[in-house]
């Protein structure tokens, strides 16, 4: 892998981790059309969420730390927050934990993410139609658990978790940047948790990697790119419905599916 390829991909990991189209479907897409061994980057993809996860942490820095002060100061929306976080990761824990490997080996194929991009698409579609008028702004336990489950189903290569998380969190009825803002807070845990499996497999010398300044070179454009894409989609969500992009995820997964 090259240094150029490896910003490349960086770039579409940041830029798709939050817009809702699946950035592990766009990371195996360009890395296909790149003729790169797909087999073999599979630690290198998670790596590049390192990026994304100190983006998340920047961007919602002050969210982290009032969570992480309100066991001391009493503050009960912050205990709240941070308890319904903890009971939303367990799903996509748990799956990721049993089940990740399985499902990137077997669904990680330019067919799978066709398919998965038409299924992500119509997601938008009925999540924005589903009682809209009818939207709230408190999150209860109930939120929390469906949401994380929607979490875990995203372990596929071509579902995108932001698209899941944030459909879950409008077909509750949560309105829609309430939904957004607790999707990016419970990618925190998941993210830094495969980051962590990945520089396992490292140190344990079972990962095949490309030379450590193509490592960061990728890394640091991913953190740019999830900048952007948090700050933009943050002010989208105010203005434009989410459902606007299955008119991109529809006709690229068609395509996909008949020339694959």
């Known amino acids: 892998m090259t240094l150029l390829q490896s910003i490349i991909l960086g770039l579409i990991q940041g830029f798709t981790e939050f817009l809702p189209i699946s950035s592990s479907g766009h990371l195996l897409l360009a890395e296909s059309a790149m003729r790169l061994p797909l087999d073999r980057l599979q630690d290198f993809d998670v790596l590049l969420h390192a990026g994304t996860l100190s983006a998340l942490i920047l961007c919602y820095s002050s969210d982290w730390w009032r969570m992480a002060r309100a066991p001391f100061t009493g503050d009960k929306q912050g205990q709240k927050l941070l308890f319904l976080l903890i009971i939303a990761t367990i799903p996509g824990a748990v799956a990721g934990f049993f ?18 991009f038409i299924a992500n698409g119509f997601i938008l579609i009925v999540a924005e139609r589903w009682l809209q008028s009818r939207s709230r702004d408190t999150l209860k336990m109930g939120d929390a658990i469906i949401i994380g489950c929607a979490q875990a189903i995203a372990l596929s290569p071509g579902l ?25 807070l419970m990618a925190t845990p998941i993210i830094a948790g495969a980051t962590l499996f990945a520089a396992a497999d490292i140190a ?3 990962a095949l990697l490309p030379s450590l300044p193509v490592i960061i070179a990728g890394i640091i454009s991913a953190l740019l790119a999830s900048i952007i894409a948090i700050l933009f989609l943050r002010c989208f969500v105010a203005k434009k419905s989410l459902a606007l992009f299955a008119w991109y995820l529809i006709p690229m997964g068609l395509l996909l599916c008949f020339t694959s």
């Open 99 to 116: 089940l990740a490997d399985i499902i990137e080996s077997s669904l990680r194929t330019v067919s799978s993410v066709g398919y998965e």
């Open 160 to 184: 995108s978790r932001s698209a899941l998380t944030i459909a879950a969190g409008r077909m509750r009825n949560l309105q829609r940047s309430d939904a957004l803002n607790f999707s990016f």
């Open 204 to 206: 344990s010398g079972a």
